[in-house]
């Protein structure tokens, strides 16, 4: 084995730094810390709280790996000829292709030798990983910049290469207005084009971005969603997989709602909808069959979660993780159980950097190894690969929830339960251990099979090939810091004060929010708004003048000033404009509407601001 190749077995560091898919995993990840900074950085980013979501405009780029690389002029002559993404050049799979390559059948996922036997003059080039991050950074950029002013919009990065938005604004005209600047704008900036989808809901702003591939803008109204899903295939559905399909294909045709020739792909979600509710449910699963229900219908519930915001992501549901964890599936060759626990530690540590990030403990752990399939050779066809693998997973019970300094600790626990299960080597042959976990020769061509543990009763140190590190029945760190608890006796914050003022509390802890730390805002956004006076104009107005619940004009006024004193990052203003709309709400006590006009006040206040406010 070269040195080069051999500082690379076993590193997890090494695996993540080369491995597309592990790219792409950690990319919504990475973006919420970016965004999270970037809404600091640039306030103009925040474009107000959505109080409805009402129309979604989905942009999803096309072919993007392929994309960047043909954008750079070395490689502007090859953007009429059927090109791939690959990792190497013979048995490694095709990631991205090109729209030509496409036509030639080449699909992502085929192994370069097989697409090269299909079409001879597809030309191969590596990542750009680099290169794939500026261009999707500045993706972001031009919506932040490019959105139109007087709406609202929440973004949530699906992948790298793919955002959702959410509006406030039912006007189409403006938002395909919008849609095309982008794309003109990202054309001009990166050489790459972009595919955007506008509809009501999640479901169809996919399905419209479908319709609008390559490089093009697809519109599905309100008013047509009906008739659009009559003659929708049941494959345009995101969510539809080929299982899911099959399922609803055999029920249509016992029903005699299709012929028995009838092919998946012509299958419509009208032909669908003339299941009954029962029916899917008993062939997809009580709460799949409900989702596909509604979804031939054209109806989706799924809201946008701002990404960047966690306070969004929670008042929308978002929970944490029921688990986390760490994976690393290529390079993997131990050559004794030293190999094994330096692996394990690495993983580990990995799960552990979770844990912080999300402010949780754990109460168990989940530990996945893969060994070689005895029928299949130690060689892999893909260097250093994993092949074909069996598959068993190692439940383990913390003594107690731990956290990641207790890494240690976990380890522990850890070595106890796979420590007995490893050997160097067993006295059976392959072909006896594969008749000892009935494995058949000639079974269905598997990547992996799962084993249970009673069977597999011991792994050999070197046929190992894939370990995966979990936490699981994650819950919430006591001490999380966007979550404190409030001593008795310790000065309730004015919104939480205002909002118990009407029932009683129920315990002597409240959740508040922690103010992001001063000192990671800039000089320019902690200095004092030069606009003193008007709006200290302003809050004598709204002080002076009478003021009652859901009074539309009175609100306006102190909106416009508030929003002011925002885009300035005066906080101290700010906080003015809410005591004033307290004391005025307070005027009328037995209100229930003026305990709500005044939470939705301290909600505006907040959405315009890059860091949390603390009313104390």
């Not at 490689?75 to 729209?99: E, F, M, Q, R």
């Not at 986390?324 to 060759?333: I, L, P, Q, T």
Request: a positive charge; one cysteine or more; charged letters at 25%.
């Amino acid at each position: 084995m070269r040195q080069s190749m051999r500082d690379q077995v076993n590193s997890l560091q090494n695996f993540q730094q080369h491995s597309r898919l592990h790219f792409i995993g950690q990319w919504r990840t990475k973006m919420e810390d970016e965004f999270r900074d970037g809404f600091i950085a640039h306030p103009e980013w925040n474009h107000g709280t959505l109080e409805q979501q009402r129309t979604f405009v989905h942009v999803d780029m096309d072919a993007f790996f392929c994309s960047v690389q043909l954008a750079k002029p070395e490689y502007a002559h090859l953007k009429t000829k059927p090109v791939g993404i690959a990792a190497g050049k013979y048995n490694s799979d095709i990631s991205s292709c090109n729209y030509v390559a496409r036509s030639y059948g080449i699909r992502a996922g085929m192994y370069v030798s097989a697409a090269k036997e299909q079409c001879p003059e597809l030309v191969t080039l590596g990542y750009d990983l680099e290169a794939c991050e500026r261009v999707a950074k500045t993706l972001y950029r031009i919506i932040f910049d490019s959105f139109p002013e007087g709406a609202k919009m929440s973004l949530e990065v699906y992948s790298i290469d793919e955002v959702m938005l959410a509006t406030d604004t039912t006007d189409y005209a403006l938002l395909h207005s919008f849609c095309e600047a982008v794309r003109r704008e990202l054309l001009s900036a990166t050489g790459c084009t972009a595919s955007c989808g506008i509809g009501p809901n999640i479901m169809l702003a996919r399905v419209a971005t479908e319709r609008g591939k390559p490089n093009g803008i697809y519109v599905i109204h309100a008013e047509k969603v009906p008739q659009t899903m009559i003659s929708l295939p049941l494959q345009y559905i995101h969510g539809a997989g080929e299982s899911t399909v099959e399922k609803i294909c055999r029920a249509l045709r016992e029903e005699g709602i299709i012929d028995q020739n009838t092919h998946a792909s012509d299958v419509t979600c009208g032909a669908v909808q003339r299941l009954a509710r029962e029916a899917l449910q008993k062939i997809l699963g009580k709460k799949q069959g409900l989702t596909f229900y509604h979804l031939v219908r054209g109806e989706d519930g799924r809201v946008v979660t701002r990404t960047g915001d966690p306070e969004d992501q929670r008042h929308l549901g978002k929970r944490i993780p029921n688990a986390v964890g760490c994976s690393m599936n290529y390079a993997v060759r131990p050559e004794g159980v030293d190999d094994v626990w330096k692996i394990l530690r690495q993983l580990l540590d990995g799960v552990c950097a979770k844990l912080r990030r999300t402010h949780t403990v754990s109460q168990g752990l989940r530990v996945t190894l893969l060994e070689r399939h005895p029928l299949h050779p130690k060689e892999t066809q893909k260097y250093m690969g994993r092949g074909k693998c069996l598959e068993v997973h190692l439940p383990i019970k913390l003594p107690h929830a731990m956290a990641a300094d207790e890494m240690d600790a976990m380890e522990r626990e850890i070595r106890k339960v796979v420590g007995p299960l490893l050997v160097a080597s067993r006295s059976m042959s392959d072909e006896e251990r594969a008749v000892q976990l009935d494995l058949l020769p000639n079974e269905k061509d598997l990547v992996v099979w799962t084993v249970t543990l009673a069977s597999l009763r011991d792994i050999v140190v070197g046929d190992l090939r894939g370990v995966t590190v979990q936490a699981t029945g994650l819950r919430e760190k006591q001490d999380a810091p966007f979550t404190r608890q409030r001593a008795c006796g310790q000065q309730m914050t004015l919104a939480t004060s205002f909002s118990n003022a009407k029932r009683p509390r129920t315990a002597d802890a409240v959740t508040v929010i922690e103010p992001t730390p001063v000192q990671r805002l800039s000089d320019t956004q902690r200095r004092l708004s030069p606009h003193g006076s008007a709006a200290a104009a302003t809050l004598y107005l709204l002080y002076s003048q009478p003021w009652r619940p859901r009074d539309g004009a009175m609100t306006a006024r102190w909106c416009r000033g508030c929003e002011s004193a925002c885009r300035q990052l005066d906080y101290p203003v700010v906080k003015a404009y809410l005591r004033c709309a307290l004391a005025k709400l307070c005027e009328w006590p037995e209100s229930k509407e003026a305990a709500q006009n005044f939470q939705q006040m301290v909600s505006f206040a907040s959405s315009r601001l890059p860091a949390p406010l603390d009313f104390m």
